[in-house]
């Protein structure tokens, strides 16, 4: 069974650049998480999709963080302007059902510079 | 309000040698709790999950936790470090149900020959 797949690995941008990270979740899984994971912390969630739904975005600066998953499936995550405090890992990670309890697998991650 | 402290950031062993990493959360539900781990450079993998059956739960790679309401810890252990297991570790809860997962900050486990 293929696992959570993200692209890009790597990206390096300059401030003010706008950047897109892409996940495919495992086949079948209904809800999908973006979180971000700074240096040394632990990961905190951005946005939960169940389906096509975002059911959680409370923590997605919304002043320049966009998030779709279009038919239930891929994901994309997109940030317009980044700015230097933005750079990171994003993780995409998806779960069968219910958020709490249903086992979440990650993606490898998307590690963002920004400069 | 669920949250999580995990004492010490950085726990030395030598292989061998028993580990233990420290958990402790809270939780005004009863929690669902979880050990990830993070290898570099790639995303975190469930090591084990408690969700109210035993309270001694093993999980993959020989760790087990045991979760201790009294104490509201629950704290991931292995009876022999091997140098495979330097990883970073994380402790997370949830209320369960459709509640998000809270992290803790995590703990580098570095293993000596």
């Known amino acids: 069974e293929a696992g959570v797949v993200q692209s890009p690995r790597y990206k390096i941008i300059e401030k003010k650049q706008p950047v897109a990270f892409w996940c495919n979740p495992i086949?079948?899984?209904?809800?999908l998480y973006w979180y971000l994971q700074n240096l040394g912390q632990g990961p905190e969630l951005l946005i939960r999709y169940e389906n096509e739904e975002a059911v959680d975005d409370s923590q997605l600066p919304k002043d320049r963080f966009s998030a779709e998953r279009l038919k239930g499936v891929d994901s994309t995550l997109k940030i317009q302007p980044a700015e230097l405090g933005d750079s990171a890992v994003y993780l995409c990670?998806?779960?069968?059902?219910?958020?709490?309890?249903?086992?979440?697998?990650f993606g490898p991650g998307t590690r963002l510079t920004v400069l | 309000a669920q949250s999580v402290t995990q004492l010490g950031s950085h726990v030395s062993v030598s292989e061998g040698a028993l580990v233990l990493l420290r958990c402790n959360y809270s939780?005004?539900?009863?929690?669902?709790l979880f050990w990830y781990v993070q290898y570099p450079n790639q995303g975190l993998q469930l090591l084990l999950k408690?969700?109210?059956?035993?309270?001694l739960v093993k999980g993959i790679n020989g760790f087990e936790a045991e979760f201790k309401k009294s104490e509201t810890s629950f704290h991931l252990t292995k009876p022999s470090a091997h140098m495979s297991d330097a990883a970073e570790y994380f402790c997370?809860?949830?209320?369960?149900?459709?509640?998000?997962?809270?992290f803790g900050t995590g703990t580098r486990l570095q293993v000596f020959p």
């Open positions: 408690y969700t109210s059956a035993a309270t």
């Open positions: 939780s005004s539900v009863p929690p669902y």
């Open positions: 997370a809860v949830s209320g369960g149900n459709t509640d998000k997962l809270i």
């Open positions: 086949s079948g899984h209904n809800t």
């Open positions: 990670a998806s779960s069968l059902g219910r958020a709490g309890t249903d086992t979440q697998y």
